[in-house]
């Protein structure tokens, strides 16, 4: 498997614990990819790319870098090495892999749980840039919203693009000026917000569980199985 080598050109953090990282190739050839795909992510250990971790792409595939949402585990051997790790900074990339991926469809729905944004961040950017008419509904939940990963972003797509619905709801706090949803995205949740279930595509990316309870709820409101794409870690 051939590991090309990209460098860290900016890091920030979102949410609870994560940060964004841009990578940019060191030769200025971009490895090409399809909205949804992933990564294998490698750090030098030793002076071989030896240690990696898989994630998603975040940024839209004509980005000329690459841009991933990674939260922090001080116990986790990966992310807290790459924590301690500077700009410019060396790091080793294998992919794209995957079959998670966006290919045009007009009806979708998009339902992530915390860094499960990752995948559809890179859905949403494509069709906003292609502007790709159509109906695109977002489920989104998150703890806290402190914790919501690309909140502000999200809030202007759906601003500036009448095609795109974004629904955030939270799980542990009830914010005295929060407009969104409360608790787990429940069946009833996706009735409120998604009709015509049998004809959209769906897209499911959170822990295993999550996505599996996701599935039932949409299954049962008249989801397709042929036309649901899921992943889940955990």
Known sequence: MEIKKYKISSVRNDGTNVKIFTLESTNGHNVQFKPGQFVNLY?????????????????????????????????????????????GAEIGLAGPFGHFVYQGQKECVFIAAGTGIAPMMSMLRYINENKIDGEFIVLYTNKTEDSIIYY?????????????????????????HWQGELGRISSEMVEKYVTKSNERMWFFCGPVEFVKTIKEHALGKGAQPDKMKIEGWG
């Not at 250990?45 to 001080?74: H, T, V």
């Not at 809030?155 to 542990?172: D, G, H, P, S």
Request: net charge positive; proline share 3%.
């Open 43 to 87: 750090l030098l250990e030793n002076g071989n790319f030896s240690i990696f971790r898989q994630f998603s792409i975040a940024s839209g595939p004509s980005s000329a870098q690459l841009e991933f949402c990674i939260k922090i585990l001080q116990d986790g051997k990966f992310t807290s090495a790459l924590d301690k790790l500077s700009i």
């Open 152 to 176: 502000n972003e999200l809030k202007k797509l759906q601003a500036e693009n009448k095609n795109i619905k974004v629904v955030f709801t939270l799980t542990q706090e009830t914010p005295a």
